[in-house]
């Protein structure tokens, strides 16, 4: 069967020829009537191009592995081994990082009192900014909302566009972390005990019921007396978002220890 880049010469079945006077190239045969086409998308090298395309779409799309395990490989500037040793102190201030967190009693609202409780309050102050257009109840729930949300969307854009698995998994440390900083305030939907920002005289503070995010989430829900269930429940999960992380952290850094030392024995 005769074929080029830009289909046949002669026709297959015929002989006869497939170009014109000029040398371009013709879909049916002038003497038999084959459609020149058909018979290239049955052809094995026609099939054999396929295979190919989709062996190089494979390649192009990572595995799961390749996506959440595998960190990016190093630059110029530092080497995978060093660049080894930096994620694996990371990891252990991330473990450390989180049990701290992790141990602490939602009911005390000690996390209030953390230094990312005030990064948070950046975030959840925005949000309410953010999903005000959407009505009263939208707006209360945006703050709590959007401050979880946020490391989230950092954590995808690490994973996704940067390739950079191990500080997704920080950021997802830092969602549960925030997720956590929500139950305190949760739980405070009845009693009105928190504080709540901008209360500088007493005819502020008597607004609270007024003011308070899940006072009113809650209250408009018909969910008020669920208040502690819902706190645990943010708590709890908050909990499991941080150990994951840190599986996930130590999944980063075991799959590179193991990758330098396949390394080392080939070499």
């Known amino acids: 069967m005769h074929i080029d880049s830009h289909g046949f010469v002669v026709c297959p079945k015929c002989k006869a020829n497939a170009r014109t006077a000029e ?15 058909k018979i290239l998308a049955s052809s094995p090298m026609s099939k054999q191009a396929h295979d190919e395309e989709q062996d190089d779409d494979t390649s192009t799309n990572p595995t799961w592995k390749e996506r959440f395990i595998t960190p990016p490989a190093s630059d110029d500037t530092i080497s995978d081994h ?25 009911h005390t609202n000690e ?26 109840l939208i707006m209360f729930f945006g703050g709590s909302f959007f401050q979880v949300l946020w490391p989230l969307i950092l954590a995808a854009a690490f994973l996704l566009k940067y390739k950079n698995p191990f500080a997704a998994s920080v950021c997802f440390a830092w969602a549960g972390q925030s997720l956590m900083d929500v139950a305190p305030y949760i739980g405070d939907a009845r009693s009105l005990q928190l504080g709540l920002i901008g209360e500088y005289n007493e005819d502020i503070v008597d607004m609270r019921s007024e003011r308070h995010d899940w006072h009113n989430i809650l209250g408009d829900l018909g969910l008020l007396e669920k208040d502690q269930l819902i706190a645990n429940l943010a708590h709890n999960g908050g909990r499991l978002m941080l150990i994951i992380a840190c599986v996930w952290a130590a999944a980063i850094v075991y799959a590179q220890y193991q990758s330098q030392r396949s390394e080392k024995l080939e070499d």
Do not use: Q, Y
């Open 23 to 37: 040398g371009k190239p013709i879909p049916i045969c002038p003497s038999c009537g084959v459609v020149f086409a």
């Open 82 to 106: 060093d660049m080894w040793w930096v994620r694996a102190i990371g990891l252990g201030l991330l473990v450390w990082w989180s049990l701290h967190f992790i141990t602490m009693n939602w």
């Open 111 to 136: 996390i209030g009192s953390s230094f990312m409780h005030n990064i948070n309050l950046v975030f959840h102050e925005a949000g309410h900014l953010f999903f005000r257009p959407f009505g009263r």
